[in-house]
Every structure is written in structure tokens, then in C-alpha cells.
């Protein structure tokens, strides 16, 4: 979850970091814009709001929720 200090360069180190180590999804919840950026290692990275819904059965079996429940 970002803070209000973050800086997108600090945040986009990490997530180089973390795919780069290994990790196959790394999410960035911003409850300021109520969105969620998805990244994996060799994709583009995509952003769902409010109204879309966040399926990582891939990574969760089982694991779907629209994107405002995690706001709410």
C-alpha cells in the first residue's frame, strides 16, 4: 500500500527489486486513486479501478474481488 511519502521511482525500484528476485506479482494498492497496479516479471504492468475487478487466481487460487471492496 503506498504512503503519502512514496515517490514512484522509490515504489518502481522495489517492484524491479522484488521481480527481479523471483516474485511472480508484485500489487501496488494506492488508496488515494483507488487503484491497483498489477506487475509481473516480463508483462506490462496494468492498473484496475474502482470498477474492475482483480482476478489473481493465476497466483490465489480461487482469488477474485472487485477492486472497490478493497477500499471500502
Wanted: net charge negative; hydrophobic share 35%.
Amino acid at each position: 500500500m503506498l504512503s503519502p511519502d512514496d515517490r514512484p521511482s522509490d515504489v518502481r525500484t522495489k517492484v524491479d527489486e522484488y521481480l527481479t528476485c523471483g516474485t511472480g506479482l508484485v500489487l501496488v494498492v494506492d488508496p488515494g486513486e483507488q487503484t491497483v497496479a498489477a506487475h509481473r516479471r516480463g508483462m506490462p504492468s496494468l492498473t484496475f479501478g474502482v470498477d474492475d475487478t482483480l482476478d489473481l487466481d493465476d497466483v490465489v487460487p480461487g482469488f477474485r474481488c472487485l477492486v472497490r471492496e478493497i477500499f471500502e
